[in-house]
């Protein structure tokens, strides 16, 4: 057989495992979703907690639109179930790619690629227990005299969901530090030298992403600063680990 034959016949392969991978992902991602289901108002309940702590005992959430109180649970349902999939579906990108990496790059990028997932969650956390409160504290005391604060729960849902992603994409700052690192795109002695500036950015980052009152600004900029400084404690060492173990 040819080897274009052979090539033809291994780009088929490849391609079929790809369709097989992403349909078990799917699939993973529909169990999950249709497990939530019957807990999609439950779901939501829990999310507007940190909203409805801080309302007067006659606010609530309302709902603009005739169909918002069935598809804002909707779509938190098929958040969280993403959520709960996520672990599975990176399971099967990491075993249609990892046969083509070498052992040394299996060993780097499987556990960036683990701590990447729970620093997410932990952002996430991180949000909701404690960013999401302080936001809604400092929103709830500033409403003027004579205005209700009721917000519509297709609006809340979206607030939420983009601090939530902010707060667990703002969490993978260390996993960036110790690519950059790895990679060679910067050293540690410029990663500390540039720290003035680093502090500078994540400030920005922070102001640009929480309400404008300096707490939420400072429970975000803190662990941003905090995670950067991880990152690069961690990089040192495994900087340092490279030469001992190639000799």
């Known amino acids: 057989m040819s080897d274009d034959a052979d090539t ?3 780009l088929m392969g490849h391609l079929l495992e790809l369709r097989l991978r992403t349909m078990r ?4 991602l529909g169990v999950a979703f249709l497990g939530l289901l019957p807990f999609a108002n439950d779901l939501y309940a829990r999310l507007a907690a940190p909203l409805l702590a801080h309302l ?16 804002a649970p909707m779509k938190l349902t098929l958040f969280v179930a993403l959520l709960v ?3 599975f579906m990176l399971y099967q990108a990491w075993a249609f790619v990892a046969p083509g990496l070498y052992r040394s ?7 960036l690629l683990v701590a990447a997932v729970l620093l997410f969650y932990v952002g996430i956390a991180f949000a909701y227990f404690v960013l999401l409160p302080a936001m809604f504290a400092f929103l709830t005391a500033t409403v003027p005299e004579g205005v209700t604060m ?5 609006a809340y849902l979206s607030f939420v969901l983009v601090m939530g992603l902010a707060a667990g994409l703002a969490f993978e700052m260390p996993i960036a ?5 790895m990679l060679g795109w910067v050293t540690p002695a410029q990663l500390s030298e540039w720290r003035g500036y680093v502090i500078v950015v994540i400030a920005i980052l922070a102001a640009l992403l929480t309400p ?12 941003m600063w905090l995670l950067y400084e991880a990152g690069l404690l961690v990089g040192r060492l495994l900087l340092r680990a490279k030469p001992a173990e190639a000799a």
């Not at 404008?212 to 662990?223: A, F, K, Q, T, Y």
């Open 85 to 87: 999939a996520v672990p």
């Open 8 to 10: 033809g016949l291994g």
């Open 56 to 71: 007067p005992d006659s606010g609530q959430l309302i709902a603009v639109d005739v169909a918002s109180p069935f598809f």
């Open 212 to 223: 404008p009152d300096g707490l939420s600004m400072v429970l975000l900029m803190i662990p």
């Open 177 to 181: 530090v110790l690519v950059a690192l």
């Open 25 to 28: 992902a799917l699939l993973a």
């Open 105 to 111: 790059e299996k060993r780097l990028a499987l556990p």
């Open 150 to 154: 009721m917000p519509d729960i297709n």
